[in-house]
């Protein structure tokens, strides 16, 4: 177990596994082991899921947290390939939409609650503010991330799919979404084609992301942190036959502008128009 331990911890750091993880009751859990072989997966089989698959993945969804138990998501399975097809064009043409056996489409729903209130003949005004919206959105993704957390130690694959967001307004329209809902993003779900195998790419040292007591900044320290990243990441790079760069380079280039945001730089405007008002 402690070598397993030791080669997951390397691809996902590069760095030796710390002697206090070694004997640690959580990084021994298979639960973790899961976790941690986590990669995105953009190439599959054409093979269809097991039956049940999907409402597994979603048992695992529902067993996450949600606040106050309102509940307030919902998901799409989309397996017709025609529908897919059309969602990955809207989604900037990513192709492995229109080939992975399942898209799921995660909705944050405040229609529900919504219709509740107005069958019990009751106002809903707190869902008109922010703050509902934000509750909405982290529920679906905690929801989100249990249910490929379930798919991935079932040896299944999957990526998610941000590019759902680019034409909001029309994914809405496609999936026939209510007033109050609006697609947060996608995941496709399939067996990983072992022709195009996905590798775990290697994430920020601990270092930094996580402090203790309080938010602990050095400015010539966190500089040193990066830079050694962004050697660990082009290494990655060329391990994969990409391109030579550098991370930080290269999210500085995707920050810059609103063109970085692919359209989304409306995405209030187009949540007003689904009926979430951000009081």
């Known amino acids: 177990m402690t070598d397993r ?7 996902r ?3 030796p596994l710390p002697e206090a993880l070694a004997d640690n009751k959580v990084s021994q859990s298979a639960v973790f082991d899961s976790l941690l072989t986590h990669r995105s997966v953009r190439a599959y089989l054409p093979n269809a899921l097991p039956e049940g698959t999907i409402e597994a993945a979603i048992a695992a969804a529902q067993s ?3 606040s106050s138990n309102l509940q307030c998501w ?3 399975a989309v397996e017709d390939p025609v529908r897919r ?7 900037g043409n990513q192709s492995h939409i229109a080939t992975a056996p399942v898209f799921l489409v995660w909705v944050a729903d405040l229609s529900r609650l919504r219709r509740i209130a107005q069958n019990e003949g009751e106002t809903h005004e707190a869902l008109d503010y922010t703050e509902a919206f934000l ?3 982290i529920d679906t993704a905690l929801a989100a991330q249990n249910a490929v957390s379930a798919l991935e130690a079932a040896g299944l694959g999957t990526v998610y799919i941000g590019g759902l967001r680019n034409h909001p307004e029309e994914i809405a329209e496609k999936l026939a979404l209510p007033e109050g809902c609006v697609g947060l993003f996608g995941l496709c779900v399939g067996y990983p084609d072992p022709a195009e195998p996905a590798s775990v790419k290697p994430r920020l040292p601990q270092r930094a992301v996580l402090h203790r007591e309080r938010y602990d900044f050095e400015a010539e320290a966190e500089a040193e942190i990066i830079a050694a990243y962004d050697a660990l990441d082009d290494a990655f790079q060329k ?3 990409l391109p030579s760069r550098r991370w930080s380079a290269t999210m500085v280039r995707r920050i810059a502008t609103r063109a970085g945001l692919h359209g989304r730089d409306t995405m209030r405007t187009s949540l007003k128009a689904l009926g979430f008002p951000l009081k």
């Open 5 to 11: 331990l030791s080669s997951l911890w390397q691809q």
């Open 13 to 15: 750091y590069r760095t």
């Open 64 to 66: 996450a947290a949600t």
């Open 74 to 76: 919902t998901v799409i």
């Open 85 to 91: 097809a059309r969602l990955a064009a809207l989604c």
């Open 135 to 137: 509750i909405a959105a």
């Open 239 to 241: 391990e994969q036959g």
